[in-house]
Structure formats: structure tokens, C-alpha cells
């Protein structure tokens, strides 16, 4: 898990919690209200928004001695992990790393057929905005990924007819015009290879 990237900006409104900026998303409504649910299994401890910011609640901590100390809740400073934010909640001496997309579809978005995959509906992984979430089968986050150009193979392609190379499935189907589906039959035999094509 590292340091948000510089590229990464943050600025911090008179709501008190943190907002991305600088993305290429420029529909983004930086006014848009900011609402609070209790993060679901941590009720007590923080509270995640529609925009995608989680922070810590006020709480009152008691001390062997007998003492109380009063601490302030505070919008936490999320890190990347696999290009996500993620953030670590703390429960019962315990501390568990958690993907906001998920903390965010979890309180605000109705799972009714209980799909188990959170999606970006514009392909940032960074922008956790309720609006720009929603729940889908691996399956259909899959086709998504594909439909969108986020999913790159990491083999290279060659059309032995014309010893032109493909950085990916998608960049080869492209190049013939057909679906991403009729290279892959072909690659695996499935479908008679016309295009003599393989991976290099």
C-alpha cells in the first residue's frame, strides 16, 4: 500500500472532508451536499459520505484509571491500493484496510440482487462518488472493463498473415472491426483461427 499519488490532489471544504480534483471528470459537482451514513460494522467509530470521504466520530475514550479523554472526530486521509482508495478502520484493538467504493456502495446504493462487485461507472478509480457507483456480477465488471478499454491483456498479439503485432485483444478487434469475442474464440480454438493470429 503506498502515498497518494501527486497527481492526486486534495482540497478540503467547509464541510470538513476531503474532495478529489484535478481528474478528468469535469461534471463533477464540488457543491453537491454532503451526507453521512454510519459506516455498516463500525456504527460507532466513522461514517462514510455520498462523495467518498470517510472520517473518524467523535467518541469518548475511558482509561484503566478511571479518566475520560474526549476525541474529535477527523476526515481520514485515504492511501492507494491496486489504484483504489482505500482507508484503515480501527475496531476493538483491530485494524482492517477497507475499499471506500465498497464503503460507499454498501451505506447509500440498494443491492437488491445481492451482486457482489462495486463499479465505476466513468472507469476512475479514484472518484467514489455515489453517482458514479454501481453494483454488478464480476461477469458484468468484466465486460465493462473490456467495453471501456480498462482491462489490457498483458500479451501481445501477432496476425501471422500480416506479421502486424497487437498490444492487446481489444487494439486487434479493433484493427479488423469485429467484437473482442471472436479473437478470443479464435485464440483458444474455439472458433476457426482465419486470422492466423496468436499470442507472441
Known amino acids: 500500500m503506498e502515498n ?5 490532489k486534495y482540497t478540503l471544504n467547509s464541510a470538513q472532508s476531503f474532495l478529489v480534483v484535478g481528474r478528468s471528470d469535469a461534471r463533477v459537482n464540488l457543491f453537491m451536499e454532503e451526507i453521512w451514513k454510519d459506516v455498516i460494522g463500525y456504527e460507532d467509530y466513522y461514517q462514510v459520505s455520498n462523495l467518498g470521504n470517510v472520517k473518524s466520530k467523535n467518541r469518548t475514550v475511558k482509561h484503566s484509571s478511571g479518566s475520560e479523554k474526549n476525541i474529535l472526530g477527523k476526515v481520514k486521509l485515504p492511501c492507494i491500493s491496486n489504484g483504489y482508495l482505500s482507508v484503515h478502520l480501527y475496531k476493538n484493538g483491530k485494524c482492517k484496510p477497507k475499499s ?3 464503503l460507499v456502495a454498501e451505506c447509500f446504493l440498494y443491492n437488491k440482487e445481492n451482486k ?11 472518484d467514489n462518488r455515489v453517482d458514479n457507483l454501481e453494483w454488478m456480477t464480476q461477469k458484468e465488471n468484466n465486460r465493462h472493463a473490456h467495453k471501456t478499454g480498462l482491462f489490457k491483456s498483458s500479451k501481445k ?3 501471422q498473415n500480416t506479421n502486424k503485432t497487437f498490444i492487446s485483444i481489444q487494439d486487434a478487434a479493433n484493427y479488423f472491426k469485429i467484437d473482442r469475442a471472436s479473437i478470443s474464440k479464435q485464440l483458444s480454438g474455439k ?9 507472441i
Open 116 to 126: 457482489e462487485t462495486v463499479n465505476h461507472i466513468n472507469g476512475i478509480k479514484t
Open 100 to 102: 471506500i467504493h465498497k
Open 4 to 8: 497518494l499519488k501527486l497527481n492526486l
Open 191 to 199: 472458433r476457426t483461427n482465419n486470422l492466423n493470429i496468436k499470442y
Open 157 to 159: 498479439l501477432v496476425c
